[in-house]
């Protein structure tokens, strides 16, 4: 856990997948421009997002004292931490893999892992600037249903998750992808 | 545009009530940000892989009327492997219905969509733990093919 991955550990995977794709496009060209065109609509929406996520989770970190997030997301925050966690969820921007450096730091400052899971839930399908797109593109009745639905969904899996993550150890902030924050 | 307007004021404000704190606070966050880059080159260059390789009339084929079931199960597993922002993914299955796809099969493809990230996999196994990560999104799968009958049963058009 504190040993330093080496470089290989942390960038093999993404030069092998730069380096396959780079072969796919050298034997189908057509293919490969798709892929670049692809590829830099996702570069792009990263660009959108990512920055000021990365910035806003470290000024959360110097900012909240640990003791503020364990009152309001705690392990016994109740149904007010539900209401937060839930609030902060679809608020958020941004596709779900941004979410989960956020829910890593809200781990480490104490956070409990249902709020967690119900914020990563609800940052994956309850973000409310996505249900108005989904109600200009899909109509009023299909996406207030699919929201409603994925509403009790995203609870019900929160609630099975914490009932599972209790019989697994170690505890979830020590596998952790980011630095450990540095007020704690 | 506005998260970002949003994360200007909160970082001024910041930087004028504390700059020690404030230059912490951006080594924090880029610390973070490197430290997620390598894996999240992995993911968008393995869904732009996904989606090229997938012909939009096999997508369509896949999520028919008629297709039932296997409809659904196709919807769910495209869904679950490919990785498209929502303001695609909604013109896209506007245009798909308008195609002939059927209802309960796209409340099936957005639900993986969003719930369901295969591709991202490796990205949350090293934060929930494997098999934490792996519960995640089998749960999600479940639920979203529940989504699509519920959606079938309601007899939604």
Redesign the interface.
């Known amino acids: 856990m504190n040993k330093k991955p080496s470089f290989l550990q942390i960038w093999g995977a993404p030069l092998a997948t730069v380096g396959g794709t780079l072969l796919l496009a050298l034997w189908s060209p057509e293919t490969g421009r798709h892929i670049w065109a692809l590829e830099r609509e996702n570069l792009l929406s990263l660009l959108q997002f990512i920055p000021p996520i990365f910035v806003l989770i470290g000024l959360f970190d110097a900012w909240v004292p640990r003791e503020q997030v364990v009152a309001h997301l705690g392990e016994h925050s109740g149904l007010r931490g539900t209401a937060l966690a839930l609030a902060l969820g679809s608020l958020a921007a941004g596709p779900l893999y941004a979410a989960f450096p956020v829910a890593t730091l809200m781990l480490q400052k104490g956070a409990g892992r249902f709020p967690v899971f119900v914020f990563v839930g609800a940052w994956s399908t309850l973000k409310l600037p996505m249900v108005l797109f989904e109600v200009q593109s899909l109509g009023m009745s299909f996406a207030l249903t699919r929201y409603a639905l994925s509403l009790g969904g995203v609870l019900a899996i929160a609630l099975i998750l914490e009932r599972l993550s209790r019989r697994i150890s170690p505890p979830l902030s020590e596998n952790s992808l980011l630095p450990p924050p540095s007020s704690r | 545009m506005a998260?970002?307007v949003?994360?200007a004021l909160?970082?001024v404000t910041?930087w004028m009530l504390d700059r020690e704190?404030?230059r912490?606070?951006?080594?924090?966050?880029?610390?973070?940000?490197m430290?997620?880059l390598?894996?999240?080159?992995?993911?968008?260059?393995?869904?732009?892989?996904a989606?090229?390789?997938m012909p939009p009339e096999v997508l369509a084929s896949l999520l028919g009327e008629k297709s039932g079931i296997l409809g659904a199960l196709g919807a769910s597993l495209v869904g679950s492997i490919t990785?498209i922002?929502?303001?695609?993914a909604?013109?896209l299955?506007?245009t798909l219905?308008d195609g002939g796809a059927g209802?309960p099969q796209?409340?099936v493809f957005?639900?993986t969509l969003?719930?369901v990230?295969v591709v991202?996999f490796?990205?949350?196994s090293?934060?929930?733990?494997s098999?934490?990560a792996f519960?995640?999104n089998a749960?999600?799968y479940v639920?979203s093919l529940?989504?699509g009958a519920?959606?079938g049963m309601?007899g939604?058009r």
């Open positions: 998260l970002y949003v994360t909160l970082l910041s704190k404030t912490r606070a951006l080594r924090q966050g880029w610390k973070s940000f430290g997620i390598p894996p999240m080159v992995t993911v968008t260059l393995l869904a732009a892989g989606v090229a390789l990785l922002p929502g303001f695609v909604f013109p299955a506007k219905l209802v796209i409340a957005l639900s969003m719930m990230g991202t490796p990205l949350e090293k934060i929930f733990g098999s934490l519960a995640r749960l999600a639920f529940l989504v519920v959606f309601l939604m």
